[in-house]
């Protein structure tokens, strides 16, 4: 069956512009993760999604950051006015249950092949 | 917010050597995760595991909690295996969700 997609897997952005980053879970994967990898770390986690709902987006490095998942599948990461530090890859991951509370953390998060973001 | 510390950064071996990576953390956890991240960012989960020790092919990984330790060890390794294993835990209690990722440690295999 098909993993997480990405798209698009390159982008390269002026300083300024507004970028939107895709991400397709694995169908019927009820979580959704973003997190943001800057170059020579391990990713950091941005935000998670419970089907439709935006249940924690503490990891959001500023208001210019948003993201959302509307129908409970296919969601979308949008970055307003780019600046340089925003250049990273953008990792999205499912899992096919729902994560939220004590004990949640034990399900395999599915990873798709990332985002590489370039601002200029 | 728990530390995740690996070791080393960087490992450079011969083609059928026994590779150890370490993983560290300081505060308790329900489950440590190790990945492998190839070239072009994509990233696979190896192993989750809250206890003992774990098997897969060449691959082996166990933990210690009461030591907080994680390790990471490749039997027989391949110039395959080149590729950057991360350490990842969900912290025990509320937001347990979230993945907390070590660096990374960038392995090289040399035939």
């Known amino acids: 069956g098909a993993g997480v997609s990405q798209s698009p897997r390159y982008k390269v952005a002026k300083r300024g512009q507004d970028v939107a980053l895709r991400c397709d879970p694995i169908s019927g994967h009820v979580s959704l993760f973003w997190y943001q990898q800057a170059l020579g770390q391990g990713p950091e986690f941005l935000t998670y999604f419970q089907n439709e709902a935006q249940l924690d987006k503490s990891g959001l490095p500023s208001d210019r950051f948003f993201a959302e998942r509307p129908e409970g599948s296919v969601s979308t990461l949008k970055i307003q006015r780019t600046q340089q530090e925003d250049s990273a890859v953008y990792l999205c991951?499912?899992?096919?249950?729902?994560?939220?509370?004590?004990?949640?953390?034990?399900?395999?998060?599915?990873f798709g092949p990332g985002t590489r973001l370039t601002v200029l | 917010k728990n530390e995740v510390e690996q070791s080393p950064q960087n490992l450079t071996a011969q083609e059928g050597e026994f590779i150890t990576i370490n993983c560290s953390y300081s505060?308790?956890?329900?489950?440590l995760h190790w990945l492998q991240q190839h070239p072009g960012g994509g990233i696979v989960s190896l192993f989750m595991l809250s206890s003992g020790k774990k098997k897969h092919g060449r691959l082996i990984a166990t933990i210690n909690i009461q030591e907080k330790h994680s390790s990471l060890h490749i039997t027989a390794s391949h110039p395959r295996d080149s590729a950057v294993y991360i350490c990842?835990?969900?912290?025990?209690?509320?937001?347990?969700?979230?993945?907390?990722f070590g660096k990374g440690t960038k392995l090289s295999v040399i035939p």
């Open positions: 991951a499912s899992s096919p249950s729902w994560l939220a509370g004590y004990g949640g953390g034990t399900d395999t998060q599915y």
């Open positions: 505060v308790g956890i329900s489950a």
């Open positions: 990842a835990v969900t912290n025990s209690g509320a937001g347990s969700y979230q993945l907390t």
